[in-house]
């Protein structure tokens, strides 16, 4: 089977993302590094636009779209950084953005949404209200394209951009050989930059990091095929709680990804106070379990160095707060 | 009076620290863009390695040592971000370090100067013991060249290439004219960067940024003389309380800076907490002064655009957790 995408649409992506997007740093320290036993290599994404990744892949789509279906608008049902990755490119495109967002989404992430420019449309989670049927609604009253989270081509390409900066980056700090941790939820970024790096630098292979519990990404690639998380909530990696691997994603990531890795709450904490203590970043907890794994998994991980990426920062002070009592 | 470096001495600062130093990126966030009603351009210091722009100006003194003196070793006093950077600079170097700290500095800056190789020598603040006095002794003993933290040609000219870089990065952002907001105590960093942007972009205007009541620079300006503190205590801005200006900045900075500006403690740490939810960066309380003026001095600034400096970002977590609290 065709893989959904190719280098050729990562490298488009990249073209239209130049002079928008950031390119973040890599960042190191020697006190993290002695930490893991080994160089840990720490792409920043947090300092991304809207603070984090999505950006890329909603900057990616937009922009790909045909004139007419940008005159149009999009819409895309997000409660979190998707969200204000698709209404910040919009904005900056001057296209009209719907974004469905669950009634009882955090304030400062509804508020953050509206400053961007997006029309929010509320739906009542509790009441077993499908977004899908509200969204799929509105957008065909309206012509407005949907922009899926992760299983969305052009969000994909976007995505992996970030891998083509890490091939470049790593180059410059003399890492060849390293595995690629990378955060991961339905998949999107991971398969980007799992493709970026098979062109670009092949001694990088992406391994994807997820919440102990929830990590339908590992178990699927060992069974060979999608499998299900039991459930979706419990874990304050939300951002990264998916049902299961993407049907696009996937099969990219089994041919390229090695075995996934797992950590605990705690440990994602943990490493949200490291980032915090040695890097000068912030990282919310999905964004974080990359850099845990580096740092507390370091037995299942080969090789000198490791490259991880902290994909997100949008955290909410009290949980940050938690991060600090940590350090 | 010939001043105490040139733009010659910025330049060959900058190719020293070429692969050394980080490039720190030049932040944006429409929501601080809209709090201060201008753009907001954030250089990111925190994210230079040892945290804060003190690693340039301590590799660019150690690398311009004759070899000999290199051989013999530096040593500094400092109980914060100088004795990191110097300390850091000179493990890379190879070359051995002496710090001069008070015994009740924190114990993480302690562990922090020790792990990056140094030779930690305390002294009794309270006791009244000299820092000079000891230092002098032993740098005498062992030929140990002393790296002043702000008033040391070399210093200055390794601080002036964050200069080099807003002068460039500005440009990118398609800012031709602003006031550029600096957190200011000795006046190695503004008067650095002051002589960087009059080579390299003159339409950008170094601006001194204090703790009210340590407003030393400002007063000084205006006097047309260097004036100190009445008192060295009591600000949360403890990086940047010093004595008075600078013998060799202060020239450089009464040629070339606006007027000074000054914040209390309460709207650094306000600025800390926008810059956590923003920027996603980690900012202490000196290094947030000029954020802190760009936000909530905005009726003392001038222009359609205003640059500041986050200088450092070595924070212990209580600290951090007040800003939090700001949020």
Same mark, same amino acid.
């Given at each position: 089977? !065709?893989?959904?995408?190719?280098?050729?649409?990562?490298?488009?992506?990249?073209?239209?993302?130049?002079s @928008?997007?950031? &390119?973040?740093?890599?960042?190191?320290?020697?006190?993290?590094?002695?930490?893991? %036993?080994?160089?840990?290599?720490?792409?920043?994404?947090?300092?991304?636009?809207t603070?984090?990744?999505?950006?890329?892949?909603?900057? *990616?789509?937009?922009?790909?779209?045909?004139?007419?279906?940008?005159?149009?608008? +999009?819409?895309?049902?997000?409660? $979190?950084?998707?969200?204000? $990755? &698709?209404?910040?490119?919009?904005?900056? #495109? $001057?296209?009209?953005? @719907?974004?469905? #967002?669950? %009634?009882?989404?955090?304030?400062?992430?509804?508020?953050?949404?509206?400053?961007?420019?997006?029309?929010?449309?509320?739906?009542?989670? &509790?009441?077993?209200?499908?977004?899908?049927?509200?969204?799929?609604?509105?957008a065909?009253?309206?012509?407005?394209?949907?922009?899926?989270?992760?299983?969305e081509? #052009?969000?994909?390409?976007?995505?992996? !951009?970030?891998?083509?900066?890490?091939?470049?980056?790593?180059?410059?700090?003399?890492?060849?050989?390293?595995?690629?941790?990378?955060?991961?939820?339905? %998949?999107?970024?991971?398969?980007?930059?799992?493709?970026?790096?098979e062109?670009?630098?092949p001694?990088?292979?992406?391994?994807?990091?997820?919440?102990?519990?929830?990590?339908?990404?590992?178990?699927?690639?060992?069974?060979?095929?999608?499998?299900?998380?039991?459930?979706?909530?419990?874990?304050?990696?939300?951002?990264?709680?998916?049902? *299961?691997?993407?049907?696009?994603?996937?099969?990219?990531?089994?041919?390229?990804?090695?075995?996934?890795?797992?950590?605990?709450?705690?440990?994602?904490?943990?490493?949200? %106070?490291?980032?915090?203590?040695?890097?000068?970043?912030?990282a919310?907890?999905?964004?974080? +379990?990359?850099?845990?794994?580096?740092?507390?998994?370091?037995?299942?991980?080969?090789?000198?160095? @490791?490259?991880?990426?902290?994909?997100?920062?949008?955290?909410?002070?009290?949980?940050?707060?938690?991060?600090?009592? !940590?350090?």
């Amino acid at each position: 089977m !065709t893989e959904a995408i190719t280098i050729d649409d990562i490298r488009a992506a990249q073209r239209r993302l130049a002079s @928008v997007a950031r &390119v973040t740093p890599l960042l190191e320290s020697p006190f993290l590094n002695a930490l893991a %036993g080994r160089r840990v290599l720490v792409k920043a994404e947090c300092l991304q636009r809207t603070g984090s990744f999505k950006f890329r892949g909603g900057w *990616s789509a937009v922009s790909a779209l045909p004139e007419a279906a940008r005159k149009r608008g +999009v819409i895309a049902f997000s409660s $979190g950084n998707h969200a204000q $990755g &698709v209404a910040h490119a919009a904005e900056l #495109m $001057g296209v009209t953005a @719907v974004i469905v #967002m669950p %009634g009882d989404a955090p304030a400062l992430k509804l508020a953050n949404t509206r400053a961007h420019g997006a029309e929010v449309v509320l739906y009542d989670r &509790v009441a077993g209200e499908s977004r899908e049927e509200i969204g799929g609604r509105i957008a065909e009253a309206r012509g407005l394209t949907l922009i899926r989270p992760f299983d969305e081509p #052009m969000v994909m390409a976007g995505q992996g !951009t970030c891998g083509l900066e890490i091939a470049v980056q790593a180059r410059e700090a003399g890492v060849e050989r390293a595995d690629v941790l990378v955060c991961c939820g339905g %998949g999107g970024l991971s398969s980007g930059i799992a493709l970026a790096l098979e062109a670009e630098a092949p001694g990088l292979r992406v391994r994807t990091c997820e919440p102990a519990g929830f990590d339908d990404w590992a178990r699927s690639l060992v069974a060979g095929e999608r499998l299900a998380n039991p459930t979706e909530s419990g874990s304050i990696c939300d951002a990264i709680v998916t049902p *299961s691997p993407g049907q696009l994603t996937f099969p990219i990531l089994q041919r390229l990804a090695g075995p996934g890795l797992a950590v605990t709450d705690d440990e994602a904490l943990m490493a949200m %106070g490291q980032a915090f203590l040695r890097l000068k970043i912030v990282a919310e907890p999905g964004g974080a +379990v990359a850099l845990a794994a580096a740092l507390y998994r370091a037995g299942e991980i080969e090789g000198e160095a @490791v490259i991880c990426t902290v994909s997100g920062g949008n955290v909410d002070p009290a949980m940050f707060a938690r991060a600090l009592a !940590t350090v």
